[in-house]
Structure formats: structure tokens, C-alpha cells
């Protein structure tokens, strides 16, 4: 199958790649990111279940690897044609503040280079679209989706849902932060059913999988009206007026 992908180098609403990426990640660590309708992009996720081997949060995590995000049958997303599908098929951030391999990250060079060993030591990674019982390839090179975001200020509210959940669990604040990896932007699907699974094996045991069902309906009713010629016409006549 065929997808239409945005490429890696082109922006898309007037932002890049990386500017999605800074995006996303605010969208992953608000309130509920899971339940927040958002009618003209989709952004799905990793399965992010990491737990402290005690109560206490700082405590080391660990996450099962043979865990998924599975969104599935009842529980699969429906949206129109013409929105937007992005998938963060491996990523990485890092904000000021963090520990990285014993030191703390303290300026965007330092978030750049955590972010970027990240994706450079990470061993697989995988994204599929299923559709009529047939499996594709998204993309024919998923390594050329790598992409960085600019610094950008990450906000976690205190009822983060999953701030929890994240590899180095994070405290609520508003962080400087750097996020990066391996995202893909789907333009549009055309109506129809379709199944998504991503995912890869990154640095040290770090590893995610996600399966996600998608119904796409029709197209949406687009209600705006471009004016410009009648204004046009309208000022035209005035003008035409007032010069007699």
C-alpha cells in the first residue's frame, strides 16, 4: 500500500518536523493526552509503563519489554480523511536539569547530544500499516526519519497522567527541553479500516510497541469560504465609483 507521507524535510501547517515533535511531547505529558480531541492531526504514542522497583519515584524503573500499547477493536481511533496521522515511532528528550550517564545536562548542546547518542545507539526500529489483510512498510527507510526539535519549554501539569509512566519519571514544571528520534507524518488516509504498529529497541533496555486500529470516515465538511474575490470586487466598484 501506498502511503502518503509528509518527507522528512518538508513542513507541514507551516511547521517542521521537529517543531511537531516539541509539540507532541507537551501533548504526551498534559493532563490526558489520550482522551484530548483533536480534530485535524491524530497523534498516537508508545507504551509508556515504566515502574519503580519501590514506592519511591526516583527509585530505578523498569518496564516488562514484552508489554505493547494495544488500541484495538472497541478501543480503536476514528477520524475523517484528511487528518493527519503522527507516529513517534522511537523518540528521545531530555530537559535541563536531567542526569544523563552520571552528569546533568545543563544547556541545549548538552540535550542535543544526550538525544542524539539516544538515537544513534538504538538497535531496531519498525512501523506498519495494515489494510485489507495486507502489511506494508509506512516508509521505505525509516532511518530517514530522524528528526530534532528546536529548544523548546516542556510543560508537565501536576495530573499528568503518564509523567508517571516515562523511563525517568519527571516532576510537574516547565522544563527546557530538547526531544528528538524517529517520528512520521501520515498526510491522509482514504476511508477505510487500517491497523498501525510501531515501535523499536533504543539505548540500554529501553523498547516500545504500539498497535493501534484506525477507522477512517468520510471527509469532513470544511465551512470556510475564501471572500477574497468578492472583497475584490466590491473595493473595485468603490474605486470605480469615486473616480467619476
Request: aromatic fraction near 10%; charge should be neutral; hydrophobic fraction near 35%.
Amino acid at each position: 500500500m501506498k502511503v502518503d507521507v509528509v518527507s522528512v524535510n518538508e513542513n507541514f501547517r507551516g511547521l517542521s518536523y521537529g517543531q511537531w515533535a516539541s509539540i507532541w511531547d507537551n501533548w504526551l505529558m498534559s493532563e490526558d493526552p489520550d482522551n484530548t480531541i483533536r480534530k485535524d492531526i491524530l497523534f498516537l504514542r508508545g507504551n509508556l509503563n515504566y515502574t519503580p522497583v519501590a514506592t519511591n519515584i526516583d527509585f530505578p524503573r523498569f518496564s516488562d519489554p514484552s508489554n505493547a500499547l494495544i488500541r484495538t477493536d472497541q478501543n480503536n481511533e476514528i477520524i475523517f480523511e484528511n487528518t493527519a496521522i503522527l507516529i513517534p515511532v522511537l523518540t528521545a528528550q531530555y530537559s535541563v536539569g536531567d542526569i544523563y550517564d552520571g552528569r546533568r545536562l545543563n544547556d541545549e548542546h548538552e540535550l542535543r547530544d544526550a538525544v542524539n547518542r539516544d538515537s544513534d545507539e538504538s538497535l531496531c526500529v519498525w512501523a506498519t500499516i495494515t489494510h485489507k489483510k495486507r502489511t506494508s512498510r509506512i516508509v521505505d527507510d525509516l532511518k530517514v526519519y530522524r528528526v530534532e526539535s528546536p529548544l523548546f519549554q516542556l510543560s508537565i501539569p501536576v495530573n499528568s497522567r503518564l509523567r508517571l509512566g516515562t523511563q525517568d519519571a519527571v516532576r510537574p514544571g516547565t522544563y527546557y527541553t530538547v526531544a528528538g528520534g524517529f517520528f512520521v507524518m501520515i498526510r491522509s488516509l482514504p476511508k477505510g479500516r487500517y491497523r498501525l504498529e510501531f515501535g523499536g529497541n533504543g539505548r540500554g533496555n529501553y523498547s516500545t510497541n504500539s498497535i493501534y486500529d484506525i477507522a477512517v470516515e468520510g471527509l469532513r465538511k470544511n465551512t470556510v469560504i475564501d471572500n477574497t474575490t468578492k472583497i475584490m470586487r466590491r473595493s473595485n466598484k468603490v474605486f470605480s465609483v469615486a473616480a467619476h
